[in-house]
């Protein structure tokens, strides 16, 4: 067998793909310059070449057609992987994400299915600015319907991508395009993870980061300055917020007896306080402090570099914040 | 194609009574059990339903709005049952979580209803594109109202089914009529003009006429089979008066059979839509003007089609409400 490899975020998706592709004749591919373009950000490159246009398909710059098409697909056999190029055009796509996809098999009792993964780049830190910036997760999440995938490392993506792709109900994938060139070792064969297990990144007995997506490495920058001072960080990454692995973030905070949960979108109506109230329900006797929120400002993302860095978290931010909750 | 043969034409005029008998009872049961949830009625429409019905095939999809029920009933599927899911029941053909606006049937083809305006005819060319890309020789019905084509995403699907060239029928009811509240508010001096822009081969019918319409059906469905590429059909079609009904009611009576040959009889203030433009008594004076069959044999034909619906209804009358878990069941496979 083949040892493990370094590889970066991008690959081990692409891999994913490949792998899928070949091992189930109905996985295709539906996205803008996806096919022989190779994707904007170079992310399918290479698979134009060997399954050819009838399973990579370029499509119009017409999003809410296209995902319905890839969501009628999926209805009538096939498993489409479609992607949306920045995860802000998403909201091109509601009507059929919302009302459609989420809803038919609920609608059918059971006798329609929708096996679809819908890809979308997202994030901060590129200065994009206010429309190619945001990452609508949380929105995903509040459906009833569909899954969400935030994988915050290569070994994760690639793992939750062919989970993904074998899932029969529609799955979101979230990828931070500032991961893509971060590496790690992927065991051979790039095993599969399954969808709605978190996974603890690093143990500690002081206080749990409950971290998504690229604030897991930030929370790691953190844990290892506050690691210098004696402070004992243990951060868990949900790496699906739907299903969400309630018994391990719960686990970990009874462990520590402190929560902090962060993530890189607006903070309102987000993902931390969905965490921050399941610890509270299910955790409070526990705590000896009350679970602390870090997220993104309620404002646009601004273009300005010297702007951007204002309204999200980093290792800064949550550095302090833990001083705070253990002072 | 070759003139529908006396037992086709029947056959067609059977389904139509079924979805008229249908939707009568839907208003009835509406006005017996006061339940919530509005219903859009197909009647008027079923000339153009029973003939797209009859031009599929096994193995094809269809994918419509909310105004759904003539298509399903059409379609075959079981009546009792689509009664039992419209008063949300436990046998309903859905389960009792789709109601009115999102009856289907997967066994036979009928993938999902929408009641988002546009929200199908995506899923319809997905439907096709998947036919195509498995090599089934299948093709699938996209139906929609003149409405449609004022969203974003109709024309999107119309471009994406003429540049992959996907077998889908475009099945689009024009009941719009100027000074009549149109549903629909096109820049376009046609609605076809914009599905042929793109390269889209298009029909134009009375969808009222139902010899029209089963010989336009069949020809437009024959020839997406044959080219593998799409086909808008427009039927136009009178709007019932019952239409925006918000209290269930029959503003043009209950439908009688022997009016057909005693016109000069019908008054009042929808006598015009009972003369000219109810597709069952067009159908019924063709087919006794044809001599396909006389008055008293489609009289008893209606006779089992009413029979049909009542057992049809006391089967769901006798459905129970569902069981309160499930609910929670469904939302996801796993």
């Given amino acids: 067998m083949d040892e493990s490899r370094l590889m970066n975020f991008r690959d081990a998706v692409l891999e994913a793909l490949f792998l899928e592709m070949r091992a189930d004749p109905n996985v295709i591919l539906v996205g803008e310059d996806v096919g022989a373009a190779g994707g904007v950000f170079k992310q399918t490159q290479g698979l134009f070449d060997e399954f050819g246009d009838r399973r990579v398909i370029d499509t119009p710059i017409s999003e809410p057609g296209a995902f319905g098409m890839a969501i009628g697909a999926a209805m009538s056999g096939m498993r489409p992987v479609f992607e949306v190029m920045f995860g802000d055009f998403m909201t091109l796509c509601m009507d059929q994400l919302v009302n459609q996809a989420a809803k038919v098999r609920y609608m059918s009792n059971g006798a329609a299915r929708v096996p679809l993964v819908l890809r979308t780049t997202m994030g901060t830190g590129a200065n994009l600015g206010p429309q190619h910036s945001q990452g609508f997760y949380a929105w995903a999440a509040h459906t009833p319907g569909l899954k969400v995938v935030i994988p915050s490392n290569a070994a994760d993506a690639g793992g939750l991508m062919r989970a993904a792709i074998r899932d029969d109900d529609p799955v979101l994938f979230f990828e931070d395009r500032l991961l893509y060139n971060s590496s790690c070792e992927i065991a051979s064969g790039l095993p599969i993870v399954p969808i709605g297990s978190a996974r603890i990144v690093r143990e500690g007995r002081d206080v749990t980061i409950i971290a998504i997506g690229r604030m897991v490495a930030f929370a790691q920058e953190a844990a290892d300055r506050l690691a210098k001072d004696g402070v004992d960080v243990e951060i868990v990454d949900p790496r699906t917020i739907l299903p969400l692995d309630e018994a391990t973030i719960v686990g970990s905070v009874k462990k520590t007896h402190r929560a902090i949960v962060v993530d890189g979108a607006p903070r309102a109506y987000g993902v931390t306080g969905e965490i921050a109230a399941t610890i509270m329900e299910q955790a409070f006797d526990w705590l000896d402090a009350p679970v602390m929120r870090i997220a993104a400002v309620n404002a646009p993302v601004p273009v300005s570099r010297s702007l951007e860095p204002l309204v999200r978290p980093d290792a800064n931010t949550i550095e302090n914040a833990v001083r705070a909750a253990i002072a | ?334």
């Fill in chain 2, 1 to 334: 194609m070759a003139k529908p043969s006396h037992a086709e034409r029947l056959e067609l005029f059977r389904r139509m009574l079924h979805m008229r008998r249908f939707e009568e009872m839907v208003i009835r049961l509406a006005q017996a059990y006061e339940y919530t949830g509005r219903q859009h009625l197909h009647i008027g429409h079923e000339a153009t339903g029973a003939a797209v019905a009859m031009a599929m095939r096994a193995g094809d999809k269809i994918h419509t709005t909310h105004r759904n029920h003539g298509y399903v009933i059409a379609c075959g599927a079981d009546p009792g049952r689509a009664f039992a899911e419209i008063m949300g029941r436990r046998d309903g053909l859905n389960g009792g979580k789709g109601g009115s606006w999102h009856l289907c049937d997967a066994e036979r083809g009928f993938q999902s209803t929408s009641a988002m305006v546009g929200g199908s005819i995506a899923l319809a060319a997905g439907a096709a594109f998947a036919l195509k890309l498995a090599g089934s020789g299948n093709i699938s019905f996209a139906h929609f109202g003149d409405g449609t084509l004022d969203e974003g995403v109709a024309y999107e699907s119309l471009n994406i089914a003429s540049i992959y060239e996907l077998p889908v029928l475009f099945v689009c009811e024009n009941n719009s009529k100027a000074g009549q509240r149109p549903s629909s508010m096109l820049a376009a001096a046609r609605l076809q003009d914009v599905p042929a822009a793109l390269q889209i081969h298009c029909e134009l019918v009375d969808g009222a006429d139902s010899d029209a319409a089963q010989i336009a059906f069949q020809k437009a469905a024959d020839r997406v089979r044959e080219t593998g590429k799409p086909v808008f059909i427009e039927a136009t079609l009178e709007r019932w008066p019952g239409s925006h009904q918000v209290k269930a009611a029959f503003p043009t009576g209950v439908t009688d059979l022997s009016l057909a040959l005693n016109l000069d009889k019908v008054e009042g203030k929808h006598a015009d839509w009972i003369k000219q433009s109810d597709p069952i008594l067009r159908a019924t004076r063709a087919l006794i003007k044809d001599g396909v069959s006389d008055l008293v044999g489609l009289l008893e034909m209606d006779a089992k089609v009413n029979l049909l619906m009542e057992d049809a209804r006391s089967f769901a009358e006798a459905s129970p409400f569902p069981d309160a878990s499930v609910a929670f069941t469904g939302v996801f496979a796993s």
